[in-house]
C-alpha cells in the first residue's frame, strides 16, 4: 500500500487568488474527505466524497469546493482565498471493508498572504 | 453531534502505561467511541474504535465504562513515537464519513 499521497506540501498565495490542492488515495478507497486544521487545533471537516458525489459537508462555505476521480484521486478547491484560509489540509480516504478506518495525508500547508 | 472532553495534556515516562481519559456524557446509543493520534508534522493516524465491549488491538485497549459515558485509551508500554495529540472522537453509524475532531489530549513522552 502507498498510503494517501498530497500535493503540493507547501504553497504560497496571494488573497483574493484560486488554489487547487491534490489528493491520491489508495486503490479501492472510494470515500475521501477534506479536513482543515489550524494552528494548534483539531481539523475541521470540510467535505466527504463517495463514488464520485459530494455526500457530506461541513461548515464551510461554498468557495470551497471539490472533485473524485474515477482513479481515487481527488481535489479541494478555493476560491477567493482569505487570509483565515492559512492553514493545513487534509485529505483522508477509506475502504468500504474498513469503513471505520479513515487513512490521513500528511496534508498541503497553504499560507495566504 | 455528541461532544468529547479530554485533557488538554499528559506526561509519561517511557515504558510506563498511559492511561488516556475521555469523557462523552451525551453519548447515544448507536455512537462509536474512536481514537485518533497526530503525530508531529503528519496527519491524524487511526488507534481504535469501540462501541461498548473492551477493545484491544496492536497498538493500544480502549477500555469503556459501563455507561458508556466515559472511555480511556490505554498505552501499555509508552516509546518515545507515541508523543502525538490523541483524539477522542463520537461518531454515529450513519455518518461514518465526519470525523468531529476537538482539541485532543498532547502526550509527552521522558526517557
Known amino acids: 500500500e502507498t498510503g494517501v499521497t498530497q500535493s503540493p506540501t507547501h504553497l504560497i498565495k496571494t488573497r483574493g487568488q484560486q488554489v487547487t490542492l491534490r489528493c491520491s488515495s489508495q486503490s479501492g478507497h472510494n470515500t475521501v474527505s477534506w479536513y482543515q486544521q489550524a494552528l494548534g487545533q483539531g481539523p475541521q471537516f470540510i467535505f466527504q466524497y463517495y463514488r464520485e458525489e459530494e455526500n457530506g459537508r461541513g461548515n464551510f462555505p461554498p468557495r470551497f469546493s471539490g472533485l473524485q476521480f474515477p482513479n481515487y484521486s481527488s481535489e479541494l478547491n478555493v476560491n477567493a482565498l482569505e487570509l483565515d484560509d492559512s492553514a493545513l489540509y487534509l485529505c483522508?480516504?477509506?475502504?468500504?471493508?474498513?469503513?471505520?478506518?479513515?487513512?490521513f495525508g500528511s496534508g498541503t500547508r497553504l499560507t495566504v498572504v | 453531534d455528541a461532544k468529547t472532553t479530554q485533557p488538554n495534556s499528559m506526561e509519561s515516562n517511557e515504558e510506563e502505561p498511559v492511561h488516556l481519559p475521555c469523557n462523552h456524557s451525551t453519548i447515544s446509543g448507536t455512537d462509536y467511541i474512536h481514537w485518533y493520534r497526530q503525530l508531529p508534522s503528519q496527519g491524524p493516524e487511526y488507534v481504535i474504535h469501540?462501541?461498548?465491549s473492551n477493545v484491544n488491538n496492536r497498538m493500544a485497549s480502549l477500555a469503556i465504562a459501563e455507561d458508556r459515558k466515559s472511555s480511556t485509551l490505554i498505552l501499555h508500554r509508552a516509546t518515545l513515537r507515541d508523543a502525538a495529540v490523541y483524539y477522542c472522537i463520537l461518531r454515529a453509524t450513519d455518518s461514518w464519513g465526519k470525523l468531529q475532531f476537538g482539541a485532543g489530549t498532547q502526550v509527552v513522552v521522558t526517557p
Open positions: 469501540g462501541l461498548t
Open positions: 483522508a480516504s477509506s475502504h468500504p471493508d474498513r469503513p471505520y478506518g479513515y487513512t
